[in-house]
Nanobody, 129 residues
Framework: QVQLVESGGGLVQAGGSLRLSCAASGRTFSSYAMGWFRQAPGKEREFVARIGWSGSSRAYYADSVKGRFTISRDNAKNTVYLQMNSLKPEDTAVYYC?????????????????????WGQGTQVTVSS
């Protein structure tokens, strides 16, 4: 098990940037794939980005954020990041960090929240127009 705590959310104008951080506890952090999901009011949770156990692993992104968001990780700091640029009002949501075993199966289902078994409490991101 790994405990996850997100930070870095806030209020930003459209076109601005934020960097979210997710600090993990536990000595097995480096063995986990890490993902970011978000949930807007009245909507279902949706996948945002995923990175494998290695910082050089292939990253996956939702089409809606591709080219604007970048996921990265620092295993020495037990932290995963989500750099969000060119933010839009439709990016407003609670953003959740998630961790799951990095397997071929989970990688093939990277956007499925069911392959992540550890979740943070979320951090609010609000983008004003």
């Amino acid at each position: 098990q790994v405990q996850l705590v997100e930070s870095g959310g806030g209020l930003v104008q459209a076109g601005g940037s934020l960097r979210l951080s997710c600090a993990a506890s536990g000595r097995t952090f480096s063995s986990y794939a890490m993902g970011w999901f978000r949930q807007a009011p009245g909507k279902e949770r949706e996948f945002v980005a995923r990175i494998g156990w290695s910082g050089s692993s292939r990253a996956y992104y939702a089409d809606s954020v591709k080219g604007r968001f970048t996921i990265s990780r620092d295993n020495a700091k037990n932290t995963v990041y989500l750099q969000m640029n060119s933010l839009k009002p439709e990016d407003t949501a609670v953003y959740y960090c998630a961790a799951g075993r990095d397997t071929v199966y989970s990688a093939s289902r990277y956007s499925d929240g069911g392959v992540y078994n550890n979740w943070g409490q979320g951090t609010q991101v609000t983008v004003s127009s």
